[in-house]
């Protein structure tokens, strides 16, 4: 069973838009936004499946064993709530 997440647990995860200048030929400097690359995934934490919308990089954490136990603590509080 796929669970929800309500808005306040998915801006704990989700990152914030930054922003930054477009610099052109002519060093003209133009403001821009950095987006995250969000995706939607389900993620399953203990016996639990959670369909969370996260970052590119986040899932690629999520492979790798020794940098995901900070996120899998975090989703593992989520969860528990």
Do not use: C, D
Request: hydrophobic share 30%; charged share 30%; glycine share 2%.
């Amino acid at each position: 069973m796929t669970r929800r997440l309500n808005h306040q647990t998915r801006r704990l995860l989700r990152p914030k838009t930054r922003f930054g200048r477009n610099v052109s030929f002519s060093q003209r400097h133009t403001p821009r936004t950095f987006k995250p690359n969000l995706q939607w995934v389900t993620v399953q934490v203990g016996s639990k499946r959670v369909r969370l919308q996260l970052t590119a990089r986040q899932i690629r954490t999520l492979t790798k064993e020794t940098s995901s136990n900070k996120l899998l603590s975090r989703l593992r509080k989520i969860v528990e709530r």
